[in-house]
Structure formats: C-alpha cells, structure tokens
C-alpha cells in the first residue's frame, strides 16, 4: 500500500510559479503512475497531468500544457507538478494519486486507487 503526501500549495498572484511535491511512502514508486488533478468550489476533480510508470511523454490536458511540467524522481519517490505562469483559474484544491502500473481509462482519468489528502492553491488576480 501506498501513502500519498502533497505540499507546495499557496498563495500567488496570478503569473507566478508554484511547485508541487507528491511524496509516497510503504513501498518503491517506480512502477506507479502518478497523475496530478485538481477541484475548484463547485466543479468536479479533473485532471491536470499524468506521468506513466514506464518513462515516456508525460499528458497534459489543454488548459496546462505550456505551463504546467509533471516530472519524477523515483531515488526520491516524489512527483513533482511545477506551475508557471498561474492564472486566476488554476485556483484548487491539487491532488496527487497514484496506481500501479497502468491505470483504467488512462492516465488522465480519475481511476486511480490512491489519493492524497490535496494541497491548495489560490491564484489572485
């Protein structure tokens, strides 16, 4: 089993950075995929970005790409989401989850077996 931890959450005004960390514990990550989603007040979660556990491009959906960069440190078994040019929409609730292997319904979709607690991010405009 593993146990997911996000931090690097905050308070920035719109057009700055943010990084994320997602931090797992109990087992090695290296064979997980990891994906990032996010839940503003009102809306569903959705996805943000994903990382396959076999390397490879990783997925972005269209709002992010440009801005956001999913990447990982297995030494460290830590994903990181880094955010650059935050926009007043990107505010959220952000939520690592992980599945070992591959994930039904790819991985961008919500079907993953664990989950982080979430790390909020507000962006002022």
């Known amino acids: 089993q593993v146990q997911l931890v996000e931090s690097g959450g905050g308070l920035v005004q719109a057009g700055g950075s943010l990084r994320l960390s997602c931090a797992a514990s109990?087992?090695?990550?290296?064979?997980?995929?990891v994906g990032w989603f996010r839940q503003a007040p009102g809306k569903e979660r959705g996805a943000v970005a994903a990382i396959n556990w076999t390397g490879g491009s990783p997925y972005y959906v269209d709002s992010v790409k440009g801005r956001f960069t999913i990447s990982r440190d297995n030494a460290k078994n830590t994903v990181y989401l880094q955010m650059n040019n935050l926009k007043p929409e990107d505010t959220a609730v952000y939520y690592c989850a992980a599945e070992q292997r591959g994930v039904p319904g790819g991985p961008l979709s919500t079907k993953y077996d664990h989950w982080g607690q979430g790390t909020q991010v507000t962006v002022a405009s």
């Open positions: 109990g087992r090695t990550f290296n064979d997980y995929t």
